[in-house]
């Protein structure tokens, strides 16, 4: 079965600091991964996904992911942080197959203080 | 990019009613639609899979009796609480495939926020 990590449930950073999130998946084939984006009482945001190929992906916002299979990692990244980040970041995971399911995490919380 | 749109954003309803959200994508064909529920500060839960023509795929532990869902057309699907109770307050989201895309993306709709009294 497929399943997300995302062990940091909440990060507090400083306007204009990095910012990493990271996201772990258990799967038993080449997955489908993703990162979302939810502002409060929103729907989700797509930031970016990986299918194949470069395992560094960009997203939208500033937002670059990176693919590690030795790691079975999918950790999100920015090089500086805009208030407007604020918000609730997803980690998913899908199979390739036509039920396109998808695992999420438990979702980490970023605060960004001024 | 596609757009999904989810009605009502937010409903408020007396205990023992029912309640429909509705769930639609604007500017392209979804086959498969899914329906999610969100606890305060936690993930989303997968309730059921809905798919256009057929009768949804519901989640262990979902009661199908409870959360009505159709999918009549291919832009349009709906979930109707039954005699929603408090219990059911929730964020209820929902999200669409796009037939003509082969990836494993999804589009979200905007969420509903449902508070049974």
């Known amino acids: 079965a497929q399943s997300v990590t995302q062990p940091d449930i909440h990060i507090t950073v400083s306007e204009g600091a990095s910012l990493e999130l990271r996201c772990n998946y258990s799967y038993g084939a080449t997955p489908y991964l993703f990162w979302y984006v939810q502002s409060p009482g929103q729907g989700l945001q797509l930031l970016l996904k990986y299918f194949s190929g470069d395992t560094l992906v960009q997203g939208i916002k500033g937002f670059e992911a990176e693919f590690k299979r030795s790691q079975s990692s999918f950790n999100l990244r920015k090089p500086s942080v805009h208030w407007s980040d604020a918000a609730e970041y997803f980690c998913a995971v899908g199979p390739i197959s036509n039920d396109y399911k998808l695992s999420f995490g438990a979702g980490t919380t970023v605060t960004v203080r001024a | 990019g596609a757009v999904v749109s989810q009605h009502p954003s937010r409903v408020i309803c007396k205990s023992g009613t029912s309640v429909k959200i509705e769930c639609r994508s604007l500017d392209f064909q979804a086959t498969t639609m899914f329906w999610y529920r969100q606890f305060p500060k936690q993930s989303l839960m997968l309730m059921a899979t809905?798919?256009?023509?057929?009768?949804?795929?519901?989640e262990q532990g979902v009661e199908k009796d409870k959360f009505l869902i159709n999918h009549a057309s291919l832009t349009l699907s709906t979930l109707t609480v039954t005699s929603a109770h408090p219990e059911d307050s929730s964020f209820y989201i929902c999200?669409?495939?796009?037939?003509?895309?082969?990836?494993?993306?999804?589009?979200f709709g905007e969420g509903s926020r449902l508070t049974v009294l």
């Open positions: 809905s798919n256009e023509g057929s009768k949804a795929t519901y």
């Open positions: 999200s669409a495939r796009d037939r003509g895309l082969n990836t494993g993306e999804l589009f």
